[in-house]
């Protein structure tokens, strides 16, 4: 069974650092595209950053220049380094992976539990 199991949340105070971590663990075959989600309070879920297994990157607006994603398919792990942290960047954060269980199965989208990121003074 694939775990997606999450970690760096906490408390940071305007302009300070974080890094999230995403590991996937379990009997998989191919770990494809991962990302990082995140939900604030009253909104809706959005995605903030995107990476291939090739490494190719993608990222909403309001994070570019500040969040970069990163990966290591050894480890099959996700990593998300945020910087330059904002108040609006408070919410929860979701890893999502696309992950293939065996030669010739289906690709199956999973997510994390969440981790915690509040950005205050």
């Known amino acids: 069974q694939v775990q997606l199991v999450e970690s760096g949340g906490g408390l940071v105070q305007p302009g300070g650092s974080l890094r999230l971590s995403c590991a996937a663990s379990?009997?998989?075959?191919?770990?494809?595209?991962m990302a990082w989600f995140r939900q604030a309070p009253g909104k809706q879920r959005e995605m903030v950053a995107t990476?291939?297994?090739?490494?190719?990157?993608d990222y909403t607006d309001s994070v570019k220049g500040r969040f970069t994603i990163s990966r290591d398919n050894a480890k099959n792990t996700v990593y998300l380094q945020m910087n330059s942290l904002k108040p609006e960047d408070t919410a929860v954060y979701y890893c999502?992976?696309?992950?293939?269980?065996?030669?010739?199965?289906?690709?199956?989208?999973?997510w994390g539990q969440g981790t915690r990121v509040t950005v205050s003074s």
């Open positions: 999502d992976a696309f992950i293939i269980w065996s030669l010739g199965g289906r690709e199956v989208e999973h």
């Open positions: 379990g009997s998989i075959f191919s770990l494809n595209t």
């Open positions: 990476i291939t297994s090739g490494g190719s990157t």
